[in-house]
């Protein structure tokens, strides 16, 4: 399995990097998959295996691994112009075209938009502008941030407590001030014999309760992932949107859709809100925005906040925040052409027309009597291992059920992510049905394995 020789690939990156988010047993077992370059859907390790890559790299890679068009893009931008920041009333024309080409295909009639390098980046600088906002109308108590428990927003410090893990205890996280409201997964935290609307409207009247409870003139912010990503793939309860919206809008708090994975494509449609029909106050994007070719975020505020966030700093003649790679010209050529490719290269078409034949073979695996519930929309789905499918009871943790059938693929040349007892899949989106279909297979021949042990 690894190679221990002490100059190999898995022995050196042991030596010299320091893993994140890594499960330790499996590396020490198997060592890292070292990669070196990729083809459409396929990467490729330093043992000359192929993978087909049924998690996008890490949910972005949706144009596959050697998308030319974004390579030439790249190499045309980076001999024209570099780089360049965005302070100081300089900023590239690439980074002009894409703030006009993000507002024109977002659901806000007008908006403006700020960048970052990263997801988190982008939350972090979504919280301060709310902070900066509230401050600046007179009320600077409303400080306090909502989420959701099992919510994914980010690794910095400010993300990170908006993210509903409990790994970021290990951090002395969350800070104060962040406020986690129960998981909407009906199928989880559902009560025995409640119905999944009276389960939605528990939901809206916690996050009532809540906000009265921590006073609503506290309150800066409600963020939401329109289909929970890294929390395992969880589509809303139904009419979770509409119960929840009206809440925030009484207590005048602004609503981000943190659409880092759904952008751009994932759920069928461009946006993740435009799936489950709501309409947010902001939308934070990464990930697809460069369909993985360039680390970047960017904040995009619809018309509303947008106003106030300019009178806010025109007040004190300037808005002081900003990364130095803010607004990178090779990463906003890259977004441009990305954003292109995905919307009118047939990118998204393909999302919409392998999706039932997704869903479908996420329904056949999920008979299988250890699959508790299969979840998906569009190309993001997630099958969750269960000891007993009746009960929903888990397998022991110990038994690392799920890092094992990741595992099992792994040798059949499979890439999926486990994620607490769950299997993540979001293909990239120029997958084939054959490719689809080949997925399933050793995906199904790995949980017979792995089932056949451990049940
Ligand atoms: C990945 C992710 C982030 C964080 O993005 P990074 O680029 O990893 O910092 C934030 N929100 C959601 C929903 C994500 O999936």
């Not at 990467?43 to 949706?62: C, K, P, Q, T």
């Not at 395992?232 to 509409?242: K, L, N, R």
């Not at 486990?418 to 050793?442: N, W």
Request: hydrophobic share 40%; net charge negative.
């Amino acid at each position: 399995m690894r190679d221990d020789a002490p100059n190999s690939w898995e022995s050196r990156a042991d030596r010299f990097s320091l893993y994140g988010f890594t499960d330790l047993p499996t590396i020490h077992d198997r060592g890292a998959v070292v990669l070196t370059h990729g083809k459409g859907p396929y990467i490729y390790d330093v043992h000359g295996r192929e993978y087909f890559d049924a998690n996008s790299g890490l949910w972005n890679m949706v144009a596959g691994f050697d998308h030319k068009g974004l390579t030439e893009t790249a190499k045309a931008q980076y001999d024209r112009f570099p780089g360049y920041h965005a302070f100081f009333g300089r900023m590239s024309d690439q980074t002009v075209m894409l703030s006009e080409k993000l507002v024109e295909v977002s659901p806000f009639p007008d908006g403006k938009v700020f960048y970052t390098n990263s997801g988190s980046e982008a939350n972090d600088t979504m919280v301060k502008i709310l902070w900066f906002l509230h401050a600046a109308e007179g009320k600077p108590q409303r400080r306090k941030i909502l989420t959701r428990w099992n919510a994914y927003h980010g690794v910095t410090a400010v993300s990170a407590s908006m993210t509903g893990k409990p790994y970021n205890a290990v951090f002395g996280l969350p800070l104060p001030g962040f406020h986690h409201l129960t998981c909407p997964h009906y199928w989880r935290y559902g009560k025995p014999g409640e119905t999944e609307a009276a389960f939605t409207a528990r939901m809206a009247a916690e996050l009532e309760a809540t906000i009265i409870k921590e006073g609503p003139d506290t309150i800066a912010g409600f963020f939401a992932e329109p289909v929970m990503g890294a929390g395992g793939v969880i589509p809303p309860s139904a009419g979770y949107f509409q119960a929840v919206l009206p809440v925030l809008r009484k207590y005048g708090i602004p609503m981000i859709s943190d659409e880092v994975i759904c952008g751009f494509g994932r759920t069928g449609n461009t946006w993740g809100c435009q799936t489950y029909d709501y309409m947010p106050d902001a939308i934070i994007s990464s990930k697809n925005l460069t369909a993985g070719y360039f680390p970047m975020g960017a904040v995009i505020l619809g018309p509303e906040l947008a106003a106030r966030v300019q009178a806010a700093a025109e007040a004190i003649e300037e808005f002081p925040h900003g990364f130095t790679a803010s607004g990178h010209p090779v990463g906003c050529a890259i977004a441009l052409k990305a954003i292109d490719v995905v919307m009118n290269e047939g990118l998204a078409d393909n999302v919409k027309a392998l999706a039932p034949r997704f869903i479908d073979g996420l329904k056949r695996l999920a008979e299988n009597p250890n699959i508790g519930e299969w979840r998906g929309v569009g190309l993001m789905g997630a099958l969750e291992a269960v000891q007993d499918k009746a009960t929903k009871t888990p397998f022991d943790g110990k038994l690392s059920v799920s890092e094992r059938i990741a595992n099992a693929c792994t040798d059949h040349g499979l890439i999926c992510r486990p994620l607490g007892q769950s299997i993540v899949l979001c293909p990239p989106f120029i997958t084939t049905e054959a490719q689809l279909d080949t997925m399933f297979e050793k995906l199904e021949s790995a949980l017979k394995k792995v089932f056949a042990e451990v049940a």
